[in-house]
């Protein structure tokens, strides 16, 4: 394992702000991209998990990377027992959705802030999972074929995503995920159409739903961290609301958890993985964001001016490039080469970056592979320091 510790210690030394080999390649691929490249139908692939191992493999063997997420895989034999409303598969493609739902009432903030676990388990999951609402015995039923499924078979297939991903040396960055508050209210529990009248109605309640919720998410990640002392694997976040507030709304229910949570799980030693989705190209919010734990972050936003990004969150914490993903797939291959020189210019003059793309391609209109062999080529070999 020397190429993995090698790794390792190049991407640590850069979240701590020390000098570095080379930028590390972090580099995502979605179920439906790795299935296209290697020939796979992925509607049928994903009931057939044991299907989609060697063809991860065979995108890590083609594709030059460090570091990965391994497969983000919500398995529909999961969602279809549970009867989900929060994740439903496309039959068409496979793909799976997460359409809104308001799995919430607006009159039960008052149950959610006196007792946030009997409101969830007793409401709100309910209304998410269907099979969860029905009459007992068959909602145990229900949840006793979904915990089978995930003992016997979804830990297998990460088992196997694991050994797959440490035969060729690479870091597995996740380790378990939360929700700025916020964001696990508006997008999971109340939907956004909700959110943005409660907002109108009842600002309190939310403030105070929030820190319900912070203390319920701090305690999640807690029980289900398995990073080492050194702090990786990392948790990880990503955050789409904020582009969607006001400053003030942002300002009152967004960032007092938010910044709560970060520095709560940072003093305890873990590692952050934050992603901004949205368009930040202004710099949106970047002066509380400046604010956030030092030394212990990964960022990455969406969309940006990496110039700016580098430096002000790039200051204390290590940041992504996050390559435009349109390149690969509307420009030539040069221009795509020329692009990444660009990014990798502005991010080595700071030294405290590393390469990925702005989203995770869903498909080859997102991205073509040959043209992102190119660039990471070209990473690989131009960015040493």
């Known amino acids: 394992m020397k ?19 080379y930028v590390p390649i972090m580099i995502d691929f979605e179920p439906k991209y790795i299935c296209q490249y290697t020939g796979g139908d992925n509607l049928e692939v994903s009931w057939n998990y044991d299907d989609l191992i060697p063809r991860y493999d065979q995108v890590l063997q083609d594709f030059d990377m460090d570091i990965t997420t391994g497969i983000f895989f919500l398995p529909p034999q999961r969602s279809a027992s549970l009867g ?28 959610l802030i006196e007792d946030p676990m009997y409101c969830i388990v007793s409401k709100i999951l309910p209304r998410m999972y269907t099979e969860l609402g029905r009459e007992a015995p068959y909602n145990s039923l229900a949840f ?19 050994e797959t991903t440490m035969e060729h040396e690479l870091l597995l960055y996740y380790n378990t995920m939360f929700y700025c508050p916020f964001d696990l209210l508006a997008d999971h529990l109340r939907g956004i159409t909700q959110i943005s009248l409660d907002i109108h109605r009842k600002g309190f309640l939310i403030e105070k739903a929030c820190d319900v919720l912070l203390d319920l998410m701090t305690e999640y990640v807690e029980s289900t961290n398995l990073a080492g ?9 990503w955050s789409h ?31 952050l993985y934050i992603n901004f989705q949205g368009d930040y190209s202004k710099g949106l919010y970047y002066d509380y964001y400046r604010e956030l734990p030092e030394n212990s972050l990964l960022i990455a936003v969406e969309q940006q001016d ?19 993903l349109h390149y690969l797939s509307d420009l030539t291959t040069r221009e795509c080469i020329e692009k990444a020189k660009e990014l990798m210019d502005i991010g080595m003059e700071k030294g405290r970056f590393y390469f990925g793309l702005d989203r995770s ?23 040493h320091y």
């Open 361 to 383: 391609a869903q498909d080859f209109r997102d991205a073509d592979p040959d043209k992102l062999k190119e660039v990471l080529a070209f990473v690989r070999a131009y960015g």
């Open 84 to 111: 989900s409303r929060l994740w439903v598969q496309n039959r068409r493609n496979g793909y799976m959705q997460h359409p809104e739902i308001s799995a919430m009432e607006a009159d039960e903030y008052e149950m």
């Open 229 to 237: 002392t050194d702090g990786f694997p990392v948790a990880c976040t």
């Open 3 to 21: 190429k993995y510790q090698e790794r390792l210690d190049n991407f640590m030394r850069g979240l701590r702000g020390e000098k570095m080999d």
């Open 306 to 324: 990496f110039k700016q990004t580098v430096k002000t969150l790039g200051e204390h914490n290590m940041v992504s490039c996050s390559y435009p």
């Open 144 to 162: 006793a074929r979904a915990l089978l499924y995930t003992k016997k078979q979804f830990e297998d297939f990460y088992s196997k995503i694991y």
């Open 241 to 271: 609301l904020p582009p969607m507030l006001r400053p003030k709304q942002f300002e009152r229910y967004y960032w007092p958890t938010f910044k709560k949570i970060c520095e709560r799980l940072t003093q305890k030693g873990i590692t």
